[in-house]
């Protein structure tokens, strides 16, 4: 059965309210955090996907001659995996180190050297996942062209993978989060309120 269509408000209002968490957190940088981004609510919500893997392919129009996309393992696989079916691009999924059984791959999915790819990431905080990614991607022989990231937590991403001359987009920012969150908080009923300046875009349906 179809899902309800969402619009681009709706989709940054479900993140902000059910993925954005205030409190003491310690990242897997080792850094600790006043917040934290639950990517795990929206990359496992069947609706959320359908609309991000609208948003991510909107995103990959910014990009010329994409013959693939990729995303690491594992809080990139769902969101690689809808955004192919969304666009017809056949997706990659790469591993953080080479399996040590089967087939010993550390790229499942199709490789072929030569192929332009563009990485897609859950949350974006230092970068490190996505550079690692597209390093992996190039020692396999790919042209990795850029990154999108579905929340760029403005700490630091964007500046350490263009300073690996790979281009980054994000389709949320921590700002974008922050400001419906706190926007919600003045409100005493949704229907009270909406959150300024987003476009009210149907993306899926």
Known sequence: MASKAMTLADVQRSISDRAFRKGSFLLSSG???????????????????????????????????????????????????????????????????????????????????????VVIEDV?????QAIDTAKILQSHGLNVLGVIAVIDREEGAREAIESENFAFRAVFTRSMLLKTNDSKRDCSTHTACSTTGLPHTIISA
């Open 124 to 128: 974006a905080t230092s970068g490190k």
């Open 31 to 117: 850094r600790t955090s006043k917040y934290y981004i639950d990517k795990y609510v929206f990359s496992t919500d069947p609706q959320l996907l359908t609309a991000l893997a609208s948003l991510l392919s909107r995103e990959l129009k910014h990009f010329d001659n994409i013959d693939r996309i990729a995303g690491a393992d594992m809080g990139g696989v769902p969101l690689v995996a809808v955004t192919a079916c969304e666009t017809g691009k056949p997706c990659l999924f790469v591993r953080n180190k080479q399996k040590e059984y089967g087939t010993k791959k550390q790229i499942e999915g199709k490789v072929k050297e030569g192929d332009s790819v």
